[in-house]
């Protein structure tokens, strides 16, 4: 027997081990007629917590298995983290596959982006047709009637991959008009392949874990502060306008260093969760003041850990206006009016990606 909200099969020899389930109780909830779960699933649904030491960890090696299942793929990416969620090392897997790309949470975008705007932009960079490009909100049910329809009219069988935290499970439940799924702000929930139907329909869901990365912020993070850290309402928007330099914290995590290359001032927007702190300052105490400021005025980290137990990099960009720069796992700076020179330090791996802007350089207008 599985677990209804991991898809992990059942045991009752080792708590330490995934799937355990006290086979007293299995008989109890057996004879009450109720849902069966793991212990780990039961404390995440009832608790919102993990067992000690988790270690659930799913990699491409384990993508490529879960890519036999089915021929079509649903592809999750989070339109907050395009550039951390849409990666080429799985879109190479994916050669051999009809693959329809699903933009999820397209409720944290501001506002004054359109639905079709960002279809068009996500279906530029993936380079596939527009009609493959299937924006949705589960949290405001936005845009899964259409998709389940979109569904039923190409297959009858797809399995559905993303990496950690898109919101696959919380997807699938949207599809099937249910909470079978357990789905949590936790990485790693889902932990085996759980294959479902979708109501009223004959196509197959198979819905596997999410594969875990290496270069995206929350990947330095402990599973609570990734939770703490995930947006739960529309991406914080914070605009600078100054004539030389100057210098913009995004948490504790990330450095901005703005130099002005046009006349008379450079504008810049930044895009980034509400518990991420944005703090302006000067060079001078930014040098002075970021060691002391660390996961305390500049969150996340949300404690009091050192600075020196990281590897920092530094890189400069050269940025036209509506040109952007995402920090995967974080959010992106979006230019209002450049060219600006851009030097951004964050911690080594974290990837930095350059792109044209979703967020038109007019957008924000009437707000300056």
């Known amino acids: 027997m599985r677990c209804s909200g991991c898809g992990v099969e059942l045991q009752h020899e080792d708590p330490e081990e995934l799937g355990y389930l006290p086979e007293l109780v299995l008989e109890s909830r057996l004879q009450a007629g109720k849902e069966i779960m793991c212990r780990r699933c ?36 989070d339109i907050s983290d395009f550039d951390g969620t849409y990666r080429k090392d799985i879109s190479q897997l994916l050669k051999n596959h009809s693959v329809h790309y699903v933009l999820n949470k397209i409720d944290l975008l501001p506002k004054e982006v359109k639905v079709e705007e960002i279809r068009e932009w996500a279906s530029d960079i993936i380079k596939e047709p527009v009609s493959r490009v299937r924006p949705v909100s589960v949290l405001g049910k936005y845009g899964l009637n259409s998709l389940y329809a979109y569904l039923k009219s190409v297959a009858e069988e797809f ?5 950690t935290n898109v919101g696959k499970s919380s997807l699938l439940n949207g599809l099937m008009r249910s909470e079978e799924i357990i789905v949590s702000r936790f990485p790693g929930t889902t932990v085996e392949v759980a294959s479902k139907t979708l109501k009223n329909s004959a196509v197959t869901v198979y ?162």
């Open 159 to 163: 399995v559905s991959i993303g990496v």
């Open 42 to 77: 039961f404390l995440i649904k009832h608790y919102s917590s993990l067992p000690e030491n988790d270690s659930v960890s799913h990699t491409l090696d384990n993508l490529n298995e879960y890519l036999k299942l089915a021929r079509e793929v649903i592809y999750v990416i």
């Open 207 to 368: 819905d596997t874990p999410g594969i875990f990365t290496n270069d995206r912020l929350t990947d330095l993070m402990s599973t609570e502060d990734q939770s703490r850290l995930l947006a739960r309402k529309r991406l914080k928007k914070s605009t600078f306008q100054f004539h030389d330099v100057r210098t913009v914290f995004l948490g504790g995590f990330v450095k901005i260093d703005a130099k002005n290359q046009s006349d008379p001032v450079g504008i810049f927007h930044t895009f980034v969760p509400e518990s991420v702190s944005v703090h302006e300052t000067n060079p001078n105490t930014a040098a002075k003041e970021w060691d002391s400021w660390f996961g305390d005025i500049l969150r996340p980290p949300f404690d009091r850990s050192k600075r020196g137990k990281y590897r920092w990099e530094a890189k400069e960009f050269r940025l036209r206006t509506g040109q952007e720069l995402h920090i995967c796992g974080l959010g992106w700076i979006n230019v209002a009016k450049g060219p600006l020179t851009i030097g951004l330090t964050r911690p080594k791996n974290v990837a930095l990606k350059v792109r044209k802007g979703l967020v038109g350089p007019k957008k924000f207008k009437k707000n300056r």
